[in-house]
């Protein structure tokens, strides 16, 4: 993420110094990162943004400088936001690793209280019992800790976040157009980036355009995550302000819910990683562990 970042920096710089669009895209380095083939499933994570951003610029005439440094900087955001996370999550998650893999030193624990666990977990039927069972808790402990943890550092997907997309209509609007083409031009173009849009977000672009051609936004809804977008279209159209501050305003909204969102998801994290490690983890040193100290007990016991 941070190559492509700083390529499409270099690109908007080398656009704004007035070099040739072939010219420019080599001596940035984007053509290296994909040029403006199509994302494939290996993209590299915000690419879909930057090949938007050029559509937008090819079709529109839009300046491209300014374009593409918007995009830039609204992926560098998403840098940012990302580590962020990152760390917040990085002690819940080693938290879960550790105590996860304690059934593993049920074993020794138990050659520490002299039985030979590996003789009764295999030797035995009670002990086959428990280890069977041992295991599966212990797998379902990794998998449930792993899942809570990918939720809350949410999935990083390669399509183009709303931010991203109110940034991208107010540069689009930079090229001279209405509030409504540069709408249905952003839109065009997460249609024709593969990869670029697969929660929907054009075609909520293209309601916001209807709701500005009809003046009645009484119909128009839109997805949760871009409801700032077109409270910023609304707040246009009553006041009859430039649309383009207002968007700017909506992106940093965005961003701002985001974070609170992963604020709030990493702080449920610590609490619900006791689930996992109370009803699998403990359960299944007690079974790798103390089972074989007790089953051997009473073996010895009956004899």
């Known amino acids: 993420m941070a190559e492509l970042v700083r390529a499409t920096e270099r690109l908007a710089v080398c656009l704004q110094a007035g070099l040739p669009w072939a010219q420019s895209l080599v001596e940035s380095g984007a053509d290296r990162l994909g040029g403006t083939r199509a994302v494939a499933r290996d993209a590299v ?25 918007r995009a830039a900087a ?10 962020r996370r990152a760390s917040a999550v990085a002690g819940p998650a080693a938290s879960a690793r550790i105590v996860g893999g304690l059934p593993l030193a049920g074993p020794l624990v138990a ?21 069977v069972l041992g295991v599966a808790l212990l797998a379902v402990s990794w998998w449930w ?4 943890v990918r939720l809350a ?45 697969p929660g929907g977000t054009a075609a909520d672009l293209r309601r916001c355009a209807t709701g500005l051609d009809t003046g009645d936004f009484r119909l128009v809804a839109v997805d949760e995550d871009l409801e700032p977008l077109l409270d910023a279209v609304r707040f ?35 609490a619900r990683l006791v689930l996992p490690l109370g009803l699998c983890a403990l359960p299944g040193f007690l ?9 051997e007990l009473l073996g010895a016991g009956l004899r």
């Open 145 to 148: 800790s792993a899942r809570l």
């Open 153 to 197: 550092r949410g999935a990083g997907g390669g399509g183009v976040d709303e931010a991203v997309v109110c940034d991208l209509v107010a540069a689009a609007l930079d090229a001279g157009v209405g509030t409504a083409t540069a709408l249905r031009e952003v839109a065009r173009a997460l249609d024709e980036v593969p990869g670029a849009d």
């Open 287 to 295: 079974l790798l562990g103390i089972a074989p100290v007790v089953v």
């Open 74 to 83: 609204s992926l560098r955001e998403g840098v940012a936001a990302d580590g």
């Open 236 to 270: 246009s159209v009553r006041t009859g302000a430039p649309a383009g501050p207002p968007l700017q305003l909506a992106a940093e909204e965005v961003r701002r819910a985001a974070e609170e969102q992963a604020a709030t998801a990493t702080a449920r994290l610590a």
């Open 45 to 69: 994570p915000g690419q879909a943004a930057v090949l938007v951003a050029v559509r937008v610029v090819e079709r529109l005439g839009a300046p491209g400088a300014g374009v593409l440094g």
């Open 111 to 131: 050659g520490m209280l002299g039985v030979d666990a590996a003789h009764v977990l295999l030797g035995t039927p009670w002990g086959r019992a428990c280890a």
